[in-house]
């Protein structure tokens, strides 16, 4: 299983690394947290001891040298890549994630801006303040998801499926285009929208959102 890297000094652990060759070490006196990160990259090694680990048996002085060298560390996967948000197994802003299967995963403030999100699933996902700055959704499947407090500032969300999603408080300034767009069921509550989005989003909206009992045409404030 291959863990995501994260460029931080080894020294911040303050845990020894400099021991003799046939020396070990006992980690229970250090924090539980520092523990960990060093155990798995220790386990990548081959060492997988509980507590105690043996330097001069799983990790040579050559390796250690090396991750110092370069200093990296393998980290918990929901700390890795600071912009890349709580799923954090790889970096999701400005990537190609086309088609890729997000759906009912938990992604509250979640980075996706400027990635192409071309029929990307996310149907049931938790997206709260996700941000989708500039991202290209063509044809994602939205639905059932909450947006709320979700960032669509200058992003393409035509042909997209917002059914029964909820996008209270959600941002869409700038050139944010919903063309095409499934909005049935949609709750717009709150949604700061131009008059020609409005307009146009009027005459498509119908249905009644199921988790907050709002009709889609009135949190949009149809006439």
Known sequence: MAFPILKVSLSSFKIPLSLSHNSCSTLSRYPAPQVQLVKKVLEVQGCRRNLIVCLGESVS??????????????????LAF??????????????????????????IKQDFKTSILRQTNFKGAKLLGA???DADLT??????????????SLANVTKVNLSNAILEGALVTGNTSFKGSNI??????????????????????????PTTGNPTRDTLLCK
């Open 139 to 152: 044809g994602a499947d939205l639905s059932d998801t909450d947006l709320r407090g979700v960032d669509f």
């Open 184 to 209: 049935t069921g949609a709750d717009f509550t709150d949604v700061p929208l131009r008059d020609d989005q409005r307009e146009y989003l009027c005459k498509v909206a119908d249905g009644v959102n």
């Open 82 to 107: 600071k912009g890349g948000g709580p799923y954090g197994q790889e970096v999701t802003r400005g990537q190609d994630l086309t088609g890729k299967d997000f759906s009912g995963k938990t992604l």
């Open 131 to 133: 941000s989708f700055f």
């Open 61 to 78: 002085k050559a390796s250690l040298l090396a991750l110092v060298s370069a200093s990296l560390v393998f980290a918990d996967p929901a």
